[in-house]
């Protein structure tokens, strides 16, 4: 099994920096890529941006791209997400995800909330 764990959510003003951070841990052999996820209120989960440890390339939601950066260490299996310019809807709950079979997101954590007030 792989496990995920997420740190460094928490409470910030519109316009303020967080950093996310996600370590993976357990049979890491088996992550393709990490990522980032997230669920506001009332809305359906959503991707935020990833990267693939075979092209090193990231990819970003439209809504994030410009604002957020990924960083990922496939010798550590861990992944970073810089949140710059953070906006009020920004707030919702953030997962980060492991590539498994290169096509499946099938490796979560468990969460870390992050708010933005205005």
């Known amino acids: 099994q792989v496990q995920l764990v997420e740190s460094g959510g928490g409470l910030v003003q519109a316009g303020e920096s967080l950093t996310l951070s996600c370590a993976a841990s357990?049979?890491?052999?088996?992550?393709?890529?990490m990522g980032w996820f997230r669920r506001a209120p009332g809305k359906e989960r959503e991707f935020v941006a990833a990267?693939?440890?075979?092209?090193?390339?990231?990819n970003y939601a439209l809504s994030v791209k410009g604002r957020f950066t990924i960083s990922g260490d496939n010798t550590k299996n861990t992944v970073d997400l810089q949140m710059n310019s953070l906006k009020p809807e920004d707030t919702a709950v953030y997962y980060c995800?492991?590539?498994?079979?290169?096509?499946?997101?099938?490796?979560w954590g468990q969460g870390t909330q992050v708010t933005v007030s205005s």
């Open positions: 995800a492991g590539l498994r079979n290169l096509n499946t997101w099938g490796y």
């Open positions: 990267i693939n440890w075979s092209s090193s390339v990231p």
């Open positions: 357990g049979r890491t052999f088996r992550v393709d890529g």
